[in-house]
């Protein structure tokens, strides 16, 4: 009988054994509340920082009771740019020619007016010489062909002053001209308009005293 007690001593101890929790745990679970506690209060001051910063960056424009964000200014945008210097290509150079309008503009109109007269006046001697023989000399003609046809009248007087007249316009256009050769040479139609006039005259008068 003491056997048998003793055995179902062994068997069953009279105090049961309890497990205690693993001291390991306790810090760990500990450990990993106050982390997730810490994050959260790091995310939640990241969001009033964050909150903060744009509001920080909200200015109020002039009229309105909104807040509108404002650009923050970087190095960049605060740097001048760099100015790039550009290479202009020199223009060209048009000579640009002004007629002169000084004394010099006067006095060359007071030789055209006289080499226009003295153009027109070679002219009407020619005619009037050129008359005289034919009327007194009836086997002649008119060396001009041109002028063959109105030497038998008075339109003859009328005829030789259209040559005189296209180169009164012709000088007065080489007088206002850009061209400087043309400038200086502008009385040459009118003196030798004048000059074979005046010479035709002479060998008329010549014919008629030969007669």
């Not at 760990?28 to 982390?35: D, Y």
């Not at 909150?51 to 970087?74: F, H, I």
């Not at 048009?94 to 006067?106: H, L, N, T």
Request: hydrophobic share 50%; proline share 10%; glycine share 4%.
């Amino acid at each position: 009988m003491f056997l048998a007690a003793a055995a179902l001593v062994l068997q069953f101890p009279l105090f049961p054994s309890v497990q205690a929790p693993a001291k390991a745990d306790a810090p760990v679970k500990v450990s990993q509340s106050a982390a997730d506690s810490a994050g959260t209060k790091q995310a939640a001051d990241n969001k009033i920082l964050t909150a903060d910063a744009r509001l920080g960056a909200a200015a109020y424009a002039p009229g309105s009771l909104a807040p509108e964000p404002v650009v923050p200014v970087t190095p960049a945008m605060a740097a001048p740019a760099p100015v790039t210097p550009v290479s202009a290509a020199p223009l060209p150079i048009v000579p640009v020619y002004a007629p002169m309008r000084d004394g010099s503009e006067r006095w060359r109109r007071t030789e055209w007016l006289a080499l226009s007269l003295a153009a027109h006046g070679t002219a009407t001697f020619d005619a009037w010489s050129t008359r005289r023989v034919l009327s007194s000399m009836p086997n002649t003609v008119e060396a001009n062909p041109m002028l063959r046809p109105f030497a038998g009248n008075a339109s003859m007087y009328a005829a030789v002053q259209v040559a005189p007249t296209v180169l009164d316009f012709v000088s007065r256009k080489m007088m206002n001209s850009r061209h400087a050769w043309m400038r200086h040479t502008w009385w040459l139609p009118q003196a030798a308009s004048a000059v074979v006039s005046f010479s035709s005259g002479m060998h008329n008068l010549g014919v008629y005293n030969a007669r």
